[in-house]
């Protein structure tokens, strides 16, 4: 599924930012996801935008968390944070945004509560997160279907 683009001011991207705190999560059960011909997968990748410039690809992960009786997505946009760490581990600790948090419509498993960076093992680069938080509010916080906006191919 391709989505409609918008244009996040660099006020509300540091807005999400400074409304994120690291937090540290149970890991209870995962997501498996069926990606066809009786194959499933636990960690998944998706491209949300296309066009002659080039492709962009989301990798996530997903999974339960009594922590907060919630479902939780691990997602990256740089290719540069294995989310693979997720499915061996018990525990992580991520960049988790409080609003969204303690939003009732997050939580689901149809609407998990995004975690936009994992802390720990892996090195945390502002830039790397930044460029998360973008692609994530440009493209996934008020999910639009791209035919019903502008054309994907279009410059903007």
Not at 63 to 69: G, I, Q, R
Not at 110 to 129: A, H, M
Request: aromatic share 18%; glycine share 6%; hydrophobic share 30%.
């Amino acid at each position: 599924m391709l989505f409609s683009p918008a244009s996040p001011s660099e006020e509300r991207i540091n807005s999400y930012i400074k409304r994120s705190d690291s937090l540290y999560l149970k890991i209870d059960r995962l997501v498996i996801f069926d990606i066809g011909d009786g194959k499933k997968r636990v960690d998944n990748f998706m491209p949300y935008f296309t066009n002659f410039r080039g492709n962009r690809y989301k990798n996530y992960v997903g999974f339960y968390s009594s922590t907060y009786n919630k479902y939780f997505v691990a997602e990256n946009y740089t290719k540069t944070q294995s989310l693979g760490i997720v499915s061996d581990a018990y525990h992580i600790s991520g960049m988790i945004n409080l609003d969204e948090l303690k939003d009732s419509s997050f939580g689901s498993r149809e609407k998990p509560v995004p975690i936009l960076w994992l802390r720990g093992g892996t090195n945390f680069y502002e830039s790397d997160y930044r460029f998360n938080v973008n692609e994530y509010l440009r493209f996934f916080k008020d999910r639009k279907p791209f035919n019903k906006e502008r054309c994907m191919v279009c410059i903007f």
